[in-house]
Nanobody, 125 residues
Framework: QVQLVESGGGLVQPGGSLRLSCAASGRTFSSYAMGWFRQAPGKEREFVAHISLSGSRTYVADSVKGRFTISRDNAKNTVYLQMNSLKPEDTAVYYC??????????????????WGQGTQVTVSS
């Protein structure tokens, strides 16, 4: 199985920025479409962004469009989530996830095969 490890979370003021990273190991990273999800306390895990195997196509949830950008560097086995103009409602644990051989956008949690441990993002004054 692919191992995914998120990093880059922390405390940031509203309007600030963070870049999350997800490092993958164990399999051929370029064979996996990747997604970012987030989960706030008492809430269901929700889709944030998706990126195709090559990184040529991305899809971002309406709630973060214009603020978040997903990207990947297959040479480094890493996927990123650049988060700008952060809002308090963005506060959550952020998870990266992988889907092998699939490049079409997928928002459903149950359709992802591998998950990282999550990294906490807190947006507060």
């Amino acid at each position: 199985q692919v191992q995914l490890v998120e990093s880059g979370g922390g405390l940031v003021q509203p309007g600030g920025s963070l870049r999350l990273s997800c490092a993958a190991s164990g399999r051929t990273f370029s064979s996996y479409a990747m997604g970012w999800f987030r989960q706030a306390p008492g809430k269901e895990r929700e889709f944030v962004a998706h990126i195709s195997l090559s990184g040529s196509r991305t899809y971002v949830a309406d709630s973060v469009k214009g603020r978040f950008t997903i990207s990947r560097d297959n040479a480094k086995n890493t996927v990123y989530l650049q988060m700008n103009s952060l809002k308090p409602e963005d506060t959550a644990v952020y998870y990266c996830a992988g889907r092998r051989y699939y490049s079409d956008p997928e928002m459903r949690v149950e359709k992802y095969d591998y998950w990282g441990q999550g990294t906490q993002v807190t947006v507060s004054s």
